[in-house]
């Protein structure tokens, strides 16, 4: 079983708040967005990290995080990256990918809205943690923690914090 804190949009910022979630976790993904790499190396020294970098990201944080990531956690297949729409609304290379693939979670990052959905027809989940950074519109700043036990999502609770 792996405990995961799924994040995204820091936008350069980072505080002791996500510093110490990041240690209760196994794993710390991010979804794009980070600003700068210091971030990713600041997180990846409490934890192992699994990043795709964002639209705002520059070369430096493009060395260290792909557009995409597709991997296994326990048994299930993951999918990442920051611009992918949502269900009902994927990006055309997003949608193709997941049609022929099949992944179990699709994670996407960009919006700055929390979205948790389950995607009826293409049959996995939809995660978007929303925004943990200070820049950008949203009221509050979101982080999303789950486990995954072998092909089984547990205990995913939405974590909330002011901007």
């Not at 296994?72 to 022929?100: A, D, S, W």
Request: proline share 4%.
């Amino acid at each position: 079983m792996k405990k995961i804190l799924l994040l995204s949009d820091t936008h350069s910022y980072m505080d002791e708040t996500i510093l110490s979630r990041a240690s209760q976790h196994d794993e710390i993904w991010h979804a794009g967005d980070w600003g700068v790499v210091t971030l990713f190396d600041q997180l990846n020294a409490i934890k192992p990290v699994r990043g795709v970098y964002g639209n705002i990201d520059g070369e430096e944080v493009r060395k260290v995080c792909p557009k995409i990531q597709v991997f296994q956690c326990e048994e299930m297949k993951i999918f990442m990256t920051h611009i992918g729409g949502y269900p009902g609304r994927y990006k055309t290379p997003v949608y193709n990918y997941l049609l022929g693939e099949k992944p179990d979670i699709v994670i996407c990052g960009h919006s700055h809205i929390l979205k948790v959905i389950y995607d009826k027809n293409l049959q996995h989940l939809h995660l978007n943690p929303g925004a943990i950074g200070q820049h950008g519109f949203h009221k509050v700043r979101t982080m999303l923690s789950f486990k995954i036990d072998k092909k089984e999502i547990k205990d995913l609770v939405v974590l909330e914090y002011p901007k």
